[in-house]
């Protein structure tokens, strides 16, 4: 079955970019997507991407993927306080499917 | 902006007692899912749900769990007869547009 795979902390200053990572191994994959869970709060869909793009950007966040090494990553410019959070790679193979998603990373910004 | 909504958002119960988690889904959302996700760990798929009827169900979802959509609006899962290791955080999610919105979830606590 499908495996996510994400790096568990990321320590970051505020103002710094942050790179978050994420690999899979099932290559249908086709819709991936990052979502953000706050402490005690559920998971807020931040952005996606389709496996027919490399990139997509939406402000501050930037989506990379790689599909040949099956590489997703979400990278936050400027990273504020408020970004503090964990976050979630999932991915399905259709956009009405079932999602598997990562451990989730820990993300901590420094002031 | 349209939100998926989940009561109640912590729910106390005690083992092998029967217990209703409630969400409304997004209105004009057709594919309908549960998640858990135990304390610490992944966010796991239970259900998936498309015109009235079950059409994915992973291996936690067995014979103790049941999906209804009563009334067109609400969406719920009962869990029979609850086990200690029920115990997490219970995520209703609805799919429209590529996009998966997910609730605030409901925190169930088996004693």
């Known amino acids: 079955g499908e495996d996510v795979e994400q790096s568990l902390f990321l320590s970051v200053r505020e103002g710094d970019s942050s790179v978050i990572n994420c690999t899979y191994t099932?290559?249908?994959?086709?819709?991936l997507y990052w979502y953000k869970q706050e402490p005690g709060a559920g998971l807020q869909l931040l952005t996606y991407i389709f496996s027919n793009m490399d990139m997509k950007q939406d402000q501050r966040l930037t989506v990379l993927l790689n599909k040949k090494d099956k590489h997703l990553s979400l990278r936050i410019a400027d990273t504020q306080t408020g970004d503090s959070a964990i976050y979630f790679c999932?991915?399905?193979?259709?956009?009405?499917?079932?999602?598997?998603f990562g451990a989730g990373t820990q993300v901590v910004v420094t002031p | 902006e349209p939100e998926v909504t989940q009561t109640p958002s912590h729910q106390v119960t005690q083992m092998g007692q029967e217990v209703i988690l409630r969400c409304v889904p997004i209105?004009?959302?057709?594919?309908f899912y549960w998640y858990r996700q135990i304390l610490g760990q992944k966010v796991e798929f239970l259900v998936s749900?498309?015109?009235?009827?079950?059409?994915?169900k992973s291996e936690i979802f067995d014979d103790q769990f049941s999906v209804e959509r009563p009334d067109g609006s609400n969406f719920t899962l009962k869990i029979r007869s609850t086990k200690l290791e029920d115990s997490a955080m219970y995520f209703c999610?609805?799919?429209?547009?590529?996009?998966?919105?997910f609730g605030p979830g409901t925190r169930l606590t088996v004693l």
């Open positions: 099932d290559s249908s994959s086709t819709y």
């Open positions: 999610a609805s799919s429209g547009n590529n996009e998966q919105f």
């Open positions: 999932a991915v399905s193979t259709d956009s009405w499917g079932k999602f598997q």
């Open positions: 749900f498309y015109n009235n009827e079950i059409s994915e």
């Open positions: 209105s004009n959302h057709l594919y």
